[in-house]
């Protein structure tokens, strides 16, 4: 853990991990979703807008070559520099396909000269162990990780938003991941209808049976031509963060959230951003998310808190 830090910072173990600077490339392979294409369902999960989280330089109809170099100019830009480049397939589900296409699209990304390996986003219920075969060849050559959508760990929050599987699906897929040597992060949506401040803190006892490599916590973001946001419109009570001014809650609840949090697992994200032309609501009203990083950090090191010490020892 980077002592500087109140909590395990993924970029440092990153940085550690590869012995200099590592920046993550978004790509969108094209790949699409079990929940929306009727294999499993309809209309996705009712929190998702793709176009929400995708960078402008991340598009389907460039080959994935131009988007990594066009992710490198992007992050230079902005004084973004890195000595190792992990291409990340992030929009859709990105193990979605036969084996055979996901080689292709995999082996181009890592052809790059500037790419030293990648990260895949994708859903639990779109992993096989023919898959996983592939992901573990690779992960012999070059750096390999999975992030899963975890989104809750309750069954009944999964099914309110649609979500096509249960928890047990991704208890799972992570440990079938794990088997394989290969690195296991996963996604938690912070604020989803129905569940309070207790149940999301004694939930992290799963999260932690799941031994995480790293973690991306993110407050639930109301966006517009939604169907959470026609729920979010009727009875916003039901929503732990329901009011505008409640950036203040989501802080103390993240800080609570860190310290029930194995410190074995990195933290990449305590909070997201999105284009704010989409946004119907967010708790942090429009505060910047690493200022909303910083007063977490500030408020830590205030009151002498450190990720994990509030686990049971």
């Not at 989104?151 to 929050?157: H, L, N």
Request: aromatic share 8%; proline share 3%; hydrophobic share 35%.
């Amino acid at each position: 853990m980077n002592t500087s830090l109140p909590y395990n910072d993924y970029g440092s173990a990153m940085q550690r991990r590869f012995g200099g600077r590592v920046q993550k490339l978004a790509i969108d392979a094209g790949l699409g979703c079990p929940n929306r294409d009727g294999s499993i369902g309809y209309g996705g999960c009712t929190f998702c807008r793709n176009d929400a989280f995708s960078p402008s330089y991340c598009r389907e109809e460039r080959s994935i070559a131009e988007q990594i170099n066009r992710a490198i100019e992007f992050h230079t830009s902005r004084h973004r520099n890195a000595e190792h480049y992990l291409a990340y397939f992030q929009s859709g589900s990105n193990t979605y396909a036969n084996v055979e296409h996901l080689e292709r699209l995999y082996a181009e990304a890592l052809a790059h000269p500037a790419i030293s390996g990648i990260i895949i986003g994708t859903r639990a219920d779109c992993i096989s162990s023919e898959k996983l075969d592939l992901l573990e060849h690779i992960s012999r050559i070059k750096y390999v990780a999975v992030e899963y959508g975890i989104e809750s760990v309750y069954d009944a929050t999964l099914k309110q938003v649609n979500r096509g599987h249960d928890f047990r699906t991704t208890e799972l897929a992570v440990e079938a991941t794990h088997q394989r040597g290969i690195d296991v992060g996963g996604h938690l949506i912070v604020g989803l209808m129905d569940e309070s401040r207790e149940s999301l803190i004694s939930g992290m006892k799963r999260i932690n049976a799941l031994k995480l490599n790293f973690i991306k916590f993110h407050q639930l973001q109301i966006y517009r031509s939604t169907p959470i946001a026609e729920e979010w419109l009727r009875n916003h009570e039901r929503f732990l963060f329901g009011r505008a001014d409640s950036v203040d809650s989501y802080i103390e609840l993240i800080i609570e959230l860190l310290r029930h949090l194995d410190p074995a697992t990195a933290v990449e994200r305590m909070v997201s951003s999105a284009p704010h032309n989409l946004l119907l609501h967010s708790p942090l009203g429009g505060l910047r998310p690493d200022t909303v990083r910083q007063r977490i950090i500030e408020r830590m090191v205030a009151l002498d808190l450190r990720q994990g010490d509030a686990l049971e020892r």
